[in-house]
């Protein structure tokens, strides 16, 4: 129902074009390609690394392309999957796995340097798998923009859409990355519990960037935990209430429910907010405490009234077959 942009690749691509190096995006997801195909595209650009960001459902998809790359080529498995089991992607073929954030590990796995100290990597060695040390977490500040030019329409317009955008062309955009809380059903392996902010000056320069050079005219923020520092995500909201522009501000990933209030809402409203989604998960408290999410359903209540009080519209998330669940809960 919905195809989102690659923005981890578009990211890393960033970074090793700041570096020199030549690369090209290819989304296999949007244009519906083969194993086969994205094989044979990538031999025909000549590329020295190949380079597959990895859901779960893809597991099978990712391998074969590996398998079908020519032997000189070095293959590197990444993204969530990769982060979660390395091990069993170079079993099955690729060359190399990198675990967590990209930018700073692939930029040295492109500049040629020695897998023994490339941080955040899984490798074959003989006939046995090395895996080096965590990569440090980066700070999201020193990131240079993600490098949209490579997708298709810049990654501002169809193919690419949300279940519920809008308006086009339209951006997603990430001021953070990672998230403290402990929900076991969520990945935090890519960017880890360490939540680690944008400043919002500096989140500002690419939402004026997607206006001035996209005409975006919807910004979809994607981060794990957006409003964890309420005060940061207010800041944000009176920034783009003050610009000339105005566009429409949607929290398709979902905010906490009990990191809100009526000031919060007011700034969200006036900044352009037409959408908020609420991660409910279950509407059994028992179910809840499990999981272990660290909010009640009084909370969740509250913020969905507020929500809705403050003229926004509102949807709540929910899970169906967490542990413990049955057909009563």
Same mark, same amino acid.
């Given at each position: 129902?919905?195809?989102?942009?690659?923005?981890?690749?578009?990211?890393?691509?960033?970074?090793?074009?700041?570096?020199?190096?030549?690369?090209?995006?290819?989304?296999?997801?949007?244009?519906?390609?083969?194993?086969?195909?994205?094989?044979?595209?990538?031999?025909?650009?000549?590329?020295?690394?190949?380079?597959?960001?990895?859901?779960?459902?893809?597991?099978?998809?990712?391998?074969?392309?590996?398998?079908?790359?020519?032997?000189?080529?070095?293959?590197?498995?990444?993204?969530?999957?990769?982060?979660?089991?390395?091990?069993?992607?170079?079993?099955?073929? %690729?060359?190399?796995?990198?675990?967590?954030?990209?930018?700073?590990?692939?930029?040295?796995?492109?500049?040629?340097?020695?897998?023994?100290?490339?941080?955040?990597?899984?490798?074959?060695?003989?006939?046995?798998?090395?895996?080096?040390?965590?990569?440090?977490?980066?700070?999201?500040?020193?990131?240079?923009?993600?490098?949209?030019?490579?997708?298709?329409?810049?990654?501002?317009?169809?193919?690419?859409?949300?279940?519920?955008?809008?308006? %086009?062309?339209?951006?997603?955009?990430?001021?953070?990355?990672?998230?403290?809380?402990?929900?076991?059903?969520?990945?935090?392996?890519?960017?880890?519990?360490?939540?680690?902010?944008?400043?919002?000056?500096?989140?500002?320069?690419?939402?004026?960037?997607?206006?001035?050079?996209?005409?975006?005219?919807?910004?979809?923020?994607?981060?794990?935990?957006?409003?964890?520092?309420?005060?940061?995500?207010?800041?944000?909201?009176?920034?783009?209430?003050?610009?000339?522009?105005?566009?429409?501000?949607?929290?398709?990933?979902?905010?906490?429910?009990?990191?809100?209030?009526?000031?919060?809402?007011?700034?969200?409203?006036?900044?352009?907010?037409?959408?908020?989604?609420?991660?409910?998960?279950?509407?059994?408290?028992?179910?809840?405490?499990?999981?272990?999410?660290?909010?009640?359903?009084?909370?969740?209540?509250?913020?969905?009234?507020?929500?809705?009080?403050?003229?926004?519209?509102?949807?709540?998330?929910?899970?169906?077959?967490?542990?413990?669940?049955?057909?009563?809960?």
């Amino acid at each position: 129902t919905m195809i989102h942009p690659p923005m981890g690749l578009a990211y890393i691509a960033a970074v090793l074009e700041k570096n020199k190096i030549p690369v090209k995006i290819l989304d296999a997801n949007a244009l519906n390609l083969s194993a086969e195909e994205v094989a044979k595209e990538a031999s025909a650009w000549d590329a020295d690394i190949v380079g597959v960001s990895i859901l779960t459902p893809a597991h099978n998809f990712a391998v074969e392309v590996a398998r079908r790359l020519p032997p000189s080529v070095i293959s590197v498995a990444g993204g969530a999957h990769a982060t979660a089991i390395p091990e069993i992607l170079i079993k099955e073929g %690729f060359s190399t796995a990198v675990r967590g954030e990209g930018e700073e590990t692939c930029l040295d796995l492109a500049l040629g340097k020695n897998l023994a100290e490339i941080l955040g990597i899984s490798f074959r060695q003989s006939n046995e798998i090395k895996h080096n040390h965590d990569q440090e977490p980066l700070d999201p500040n020193n990131l240079p923009l993600p490098a949209r030019h490579l997708l298709i329409n810049n990654g501002a317009n169809k193919p690419y859409f949300s279940g519920i955008t809008q308006e %086009f062309p339209w951006a997603v955009v990430t001021s953070s990355r990672g998230c403290p809380y402990n929900c076991y059903y969520c990945n935090k392996l890519t960017f880890g519990r360490k939540i680690r902010y944008r400043s919002p000056e500096n989140f500002m320069q690419e939402i004026d960037f997607l206006v001035e050079k996209y005409k975006v005219k919807e910004i979809d923020i994607a981060d794990d935990c957006f409003n964890f520092d309420i005060e940061r995500a207010k800041k944000i909201f009176d920034l783009l209430a003050l610009r000339p522009y105005k566009i429409h501000l949607r929290f398709s990933n979902g905010i906490r429910a009990d990191k809100i209030d009526e000031e919060f809402l007011k700034k969200a409203k006036k900044a352009g907010c037409n959408y908020m989604a609420i991660g409910v998960e279950s509407g059994s408290q028992e179910i809840l405490n499990k999981s272990p999410k660290g909010e009640t359903l009084a909370d969740i209540r509250k913020a969905a009234m507020m929500i809705k009080k403050a003229g926004i519209p509102v949807t709540g998330f929910f899970m169906i077959g967490l542990i413990g669940d049955t057909k009563e809960t």
